[in-house]
């Protein structure tokens, strides 16, 4: 699988990301979020962290080779991997708990953030074996 997205997506991703995290809180404290928009930007919100992810996940690196398309595709399989433990834990969690509201909220999200924390450690370790290999 090869990133589909420019080389500056990446960057530009990171900084939707960073908006998307620090702007609800500038927000409130500026008196912007009340009772009757809060679902509106929740939902906003949620809509551009899992844009940002995906542009994180989906932008092509500078040197874009086979190697780098497997390790995409292997971060998605160890991503999956984690989804299902997370699942698991918070169904139990929510079972113990007695609200199971909690295992639906946000798990494409959790996936996409899995994603994009396997496919950076994935090639950041890549690198550091490229360069000791040598």
């Given at each position: 699988m090869?990133g589909?997205?420019p080389?500056y997506?990446?960057?530009?991703g990171y900084?939707?990301?960073?908006?998307?995290i620090?702007?609800p809180?500038?927000?409130?404290?500026?008196?912007?979020i009340n009772d009757?928009n809060?679902i509106?930007?929740?939902a906003?919100?949620?809509?551009?962290?899992?844009?940002?992810?995906?542009m994180i996940?989906?932008?092509?690196?500078?040197?874009?080779?086979?190697?780098?398309s497997?390790?995409?595709v292997?971060?998605?399989?160890?991503a999956?991997?984690l989804i299902?433990?997370?699942?698991?834990v918070?169904?139990?969690k929510?079972?113990?708990?007695?609200?199971?509201?909690g295992?639906?909220s946000?798990?494409l999200i959790?996936y996409?953030?899995?994603?994009?924390i396997?496919l950076?450690?994935s090639l950041?370790k890549?690198?550091?074996?490229?360069?000791?290999?040598?």
């Amino acid at each position: 699988m090869k990133g589909i997205l420019p080389t500056y997506c990446k960057t530009m991703g990171y900084a939707i990301l960073t908006c998307c995290i620090f702007l609800p809180f500038i927000s409130f404290i500026m008196g912007h979020i009340n009772d009757s928009n809060f679902i509106l930007i929740k939902a906003a919100i949620k809509v551009l962290i899992w844009i940002a992810l995906f542009m994180i996940f989906m932008a092509r690196t500078k040197n874009e080779n086979e190697e780098t398309s497997a390790i995409r595709v292997k971060s998605l399989c160890y991503a999956l991997y984690l989804i299902f433990i997370y699942y698991i834990v918070v169904l139990v969690k929510g079972i113990y708990v007695g609200d199971l509201s909690g295992a639906d909220s946000s798990g494409l999200i959790v996936y996409m953030v899995f994603n994009v924390i396997c496919l950076e450690y994935s090639l950041l370790k890549h690198k550091i074996d490229k360069i000791y290999k040598k």
